[in-house]
């Protein structure tokens, strides 16, 4: 067996700095320029919600926790490297360096170990732990982030060997989206994904796990303090899926009517950070959240917007998908992810400088076939070409036969995209020739915004129009 270490020194931190940083700061620069008083008020609020280090009311000892919250501050990295080439291993762990730093915590040191899979019961082997031990006392970390997800035993086992908090992928994943979830929907499906991961890892203080309750009808063998916590939580998860539930009824009845006025979705998909917030913004104005930072927005933003014939059509801006997005936020953002199912047509957006843009392309292709999205017609829309690669530019042009090359920074190639999206809008399927009374200019102009005008003329008793229209329209229009 061997094993790699890499500590925060030169390549590390020169490419944290490349993943976190580099150009995409402009792209926020730019967006505030755009727009200096909406600029992001947003932004201002998220960084001053940033962790504090040295602020921290938990215990020192984290075996005496029973409840704990993430406090994520100095932190070691810890991956296993199972199967794929060392860029491959080493590009994960700069992912999970980047999502230590969006949750906003300082990466001391990373180490990595080749292993045929997982220890089974330290995540790790033996010589690593104590190697990890050695870098927490060093660097005076206080959490040890794991680049995979750990079985409750895992945890337990790690903590007591390493002597400080150690936390997996999913648990940081899922601390991000409770910091930058907005909307009471967002919150409650976040809390939801929180306590489908918390539950099968609840601890006790010892004694407190033989507990029983007090009083008339609590003697005997009763329920454990464990027990009670774990159906309390049974109960809260219960209720925040009525919950999300019923906020789905509100998502449903917009998308219903927008199918009932045959009114085309499309959804802007794609990896964190890769740029869809950006590109909406580029292509609507919609002033949504741009930051470089990891699953940055949310909650779904719908924008609409009009063709350059005049056909309405609707752009969806969704959550950012992530290699080995915990199975808790795809259950919990269900209704949300459904934005892109449901939808007419995918922008599926590839960060071009990202190192693996291609392993992004399949992450995504992944989660969105999970959602039951695989066989929705998709564009490839490889963003940030002005500071990408031109070889991996042209690789990617070639083995992707619908991709574009854009900038939603600076514009390149938009054009291009946006015409590429007209012609890929689901054509309306039913002919008219008709003549329309001028007192029903309602329907002109909903034969403008929904159909496809093949002839327009105007006669005096009324507007004759040669269009491809929607049957619900179509049945409108012969009722006069």
Not at 69 to 78: A, H, N, P
Not at 305 to 333: K, M
Not at 336 to 344: I, P
Request: aromatic fraction near 4%.
């Amino acid at each position: 067996m061997s094993d790699s270490k890499f500590d925060k020194d030169e390549s590390l931190e020169i490419d944290i700095d490349t993943l976190i940083r580099e150009n995409a700061q402009a792209v926020a620069d730019y967006e505030l320029s755009e727009n200096p008083e909406s600029s992001n008020q947003d932004l201002q609020d998220r960084q001053a919600l940033r962790r504090i280090s040295g602020l921290s009311t938990e215990l020192q000892d984290v075996s005496d926790a029973e409840y704990r919250q993430l406090r994520l501050e100095k932190v070691v990295l810890v991956g296993v490297w199972t199967q794929g080439s060392a860029q491959d291993a080493d590009n994960s762990l700069k992912e999970l360096a980047a999502l230590a730093e969006t949750a906003g915590s300082q990466v001391m040191e990373a180490l990595i170990q080749r292993r045929d899979k997982p220890d089974s019961a330290t995540f790790i082997g033996s010589g690593k732990v104590k190697e990890v031990r050695e870098a927490v006392v060093a660097t005076g970390a206080d959490t040890v982030v794991c680049d995979g997800e750990l079985s409750p035993a895992q945890l337990r086992t790690l903590e007591q060997k390493v002597k400080v908090k150690v936390i997996d992928r999913t648990a940081l994943i899922l601390d991000i989206f409770a910091q930058h979830a907005k909307s009471r929907e967002g919150k409650a499906q976040v809390e939801l994904a929180q306590m489908s991961y918390m539950l099968p890892r609840l601890r006790g203080w010892g004694d407190s796990l033989s507990r029983q309750a007090g009083g008339i009808g609590g003697r005997g063998p009763g329920e454990t303090k464990i027990e009670t916590d774990r159906r309390r939580i049974n109960d809260k998860m219960s209720k925040l899926r009525r919950e999300i539930k019923d906020m789905k009824i509100s998502r449903d009845t917009k998308r219903n009517e927008r199918r009932r006025n045959n009114i085309p979705s499309v959804a802007i998909a794609g990896y964190t950070n890769a740029g869809k917030s950006s590109l909406l913004n580029r292509l609507t104005g919609a002033d949504v959240l741009v930051e470089n930072a990891l699953f940055a927005t949310l909650d779904p933003t719908v924008r609409k917007t009009e063709s350059t014939d005049g056909r309405i059509f609707t752009l969806v801006d969704t959550v950012g998908f992530v290699r080995h997005l915990p199975h808790q936020l795809v259950e919990a953002f269900k209704s949300t992810l459904e934005e892109v199912s449901e939808s007419d047509l995918i922008v599926h957006v590839v960060d071009g400088a990202h190192p693996d843009p291609q392993e992004q392309l399949r992450a995504v292709r992944q989660v969105i076939d999970e959602i039951g999205g695989g066989e929705i017609a998709e564009i490839i829309a490889i963003n940030k070409a002005d500071i990408a690669a031109p070889e991996v530019l042209m690789e990617l042009l070639r083995k992707e036969s619908n991709a574009y090359a854009i900038s939603a920074r600076t514009g390149y190639g938009v054009e291009t995209l946006v015409k590429a999206i007209e012609s890929a809008l689901p054509k309306p399927k039913v002919e008219i020739n008709v003549v329309i009374p001028f007192s029903r200019g309602d329907l002109v102009s909903a034969v403008h915004e929904q159909g496809e005008i093949i002839s327009e003329e105007y006669l005096p008793e009324g507007t004759r129009l040669h269009a491809m229209v929607g049957g619900a329209l179509a049945k409108k229009i012969e009722m006069l």
